[in-house]
């Protein structure tokens, strides 16, 4: 059975996890133009065969407590980013289950969900009323996500116009100021330039060392390590090992035969 329960901002008392994934299992289609065949018409739904579609994600299994920094490893294309949209609820399982009991702040895209014409001033007044705060408190927080993105000049500019490194400043600005405590960060922050990165990194301690949970994509072994308590190995699509992140890390070098060498040139 499928089932998304995706309330907002429930704390759970301490007690069991925040993030609960069963069996967890998402398909998707290579070829759009795929045609099934006749004898699918009379096949069960669940037996039928899908043309040229394959499992992204299958029998994805984990819990997650309130305060863990997990770390996602894996190589291009073994679902990585699928996991995460599907914990952010911009996806839906086709199998399993999904239950994520807090509110979830997400960082998955580029674009951080903002709207293409909107202007930077309308984006953030959006992204952040969609995440349950008021005019008010945006008003009060308006100054400092601007000050943390640096790009006061371009508060007017349709979204669309922002290079891609100024995009990603006022989504992660945005982002990390909404008051939800389970924080998701794709691989996005390496569009940012270096020094940006770092305060962006900054950010992401202080949110940790107030109880926040991360999940966190990334092919910088350096950052993986700085960040996360705990890692989640995923190959085509299957949970591989779950375990401290340092073993977790040594495990996929050995599995690429990286030894001593990094899996990525970290920036
Ligand atoms: N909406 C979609 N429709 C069809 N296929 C998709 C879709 N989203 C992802 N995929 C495919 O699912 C697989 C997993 O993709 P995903 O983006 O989760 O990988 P990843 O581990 O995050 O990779 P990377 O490290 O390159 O970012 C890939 O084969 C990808 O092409």
Same mark, same amino acid.
């Given at each position: 059975m499928v089932a998304v329960?995706?309330?907002?901002?429930?704390?759970?008392?301490?007690? &069991?996890?925040?993030i609960e994934v069963s069996d967890l299992g998402i398909r998707f289609k290579r070829n759009k133009r795929a045609k099934r065949s006749f004898k699918d018409l009379f096949a069960g739904r669940r037996r039928r065969s899908r043309p040229d579609e394959f499992w992204a994600l299958r029998n994805v299994t984990f819990g997650i407590r309130a305060g863990e920094a997990i770390g996602v490893v894996g190589r291009?294309?073994?679902g990585k980013s699928t996991l995460l949209k599907l914990i952010a609820g911009v996806l839906f399982p086709d199998e399993g289950t999904v239950r994520v009991r807090q509110g979830v702040a997400p +960082?998955? #895209?580029?674009?951080?969900?903002?709207?293409?014409?909107?202007?930077v001033r309308d984006n953030v007044y959006l992204t952040a009323g969609l995440h349950g705060m008021t005019k008010k408190q945006i008003d009060a927080k308006f100054d400092e996500i601007v000050s943390f993105a #640096?790009?006061?000049?371009?508060?007017?500019?349709?979204?669309?116009? +922002?290079s891609s490194g100024m995009k990603v400043r006022i989504a992660f600005s945005v982002i990390t100021q909404l008051d939800e405590p389970i924080l998701i960060v794709d691989e996005?922050?390496?569009? &940012?330039d270096k020094a940006f990165r770092e305060k962006c990194y900054g950010r992401i301690e202080e949110l940790l060392a107030a109880g926040r949970t991360l999940f966190f994509v990334s092919h910088s072994e350096r950052d993986l390590r700085r960040f996360c308590t705990r890692g989640l190995y995923l190959k085509k699509g299957e949970l591989v090992m779950d375990g401290p992140i340092d073993d977790v890390i040594d495990r996929y070098n050995t599995d690429y035969n990286m030894g001593s060498v990094p899996p990525v040139v970290d920036a």
């Open positions: 329960d995706s309330t907002p901002a429930v704390a759970t008392g301490g007690d &069991g996890d925040v291009n294309g073994q +960082l998955i #895209e580029i674009t951080g969900g903002f709207v293409d014409d909107l202007s #640096e790009i006061p000049g371009f508060l007017d500019t349709p979204y669309k116009h +922002l996005v922050l390496a569009v &940012g």
